[in-house]
Nanobody
């Protein structure tokens, strides 16, 4: 049974930082890649930052708005992924979800995920 659970959201002022956590179970990195997507009020789901594993930039997808501000890390031993968000802006306000895609997927880091979990609200005030 696949489960993903995001946590760590909250209210922060513009320019501040937050670290989101995603704990997951029921799958391994051998078969699935993991990442973060978000949905702002009235907008479509968009990919934020996703990792195929390996710890180098070639294995990580960054949305343009995330480059230079957001970082994804994974702790394989703890089945946990983290999203470090710095220099937050009001337009980053959204519900952030962690999600998983099959490694063979052509829709990596998009709204066409294979699994996702309950999100966590991030609100950035100006």
């Amino acid at each position: 049974d696949v489960q993903l659970q995001a946590s760590g959201g909250g209210l922060v002022q513009a320019g501040g930082s937050l670290r989101l956590s995603c704990t997951f179970s029921g799958f391994t990195f051998d078969d699935y890649a993991i990442g973060w997507i978000r949905q702002a009020p009235g907008k479509d789901i968009e990919g934020v930052l996703c990792s195929l594993g390996g710890g180098n930039d070639d294995s990580t997808y960054y949305a343009q708005f995330a480059k230079g501000r957001f970082t994804i890390t994974t702790d394989y031993a703890k089945n946990t992924a983290y999203l470090q968000m710095n220099s937050l802006k009001p337009e980053d306000t959204a519900v952030y979800h962690c999600a998983a895609w099959k490694r063979s997927s052509s829709s990596f880091c998009t709204s066409q995920y294979d699994y996702w979990g309950q999100g966590t609200q991030v609100t950035v005030s100006s």
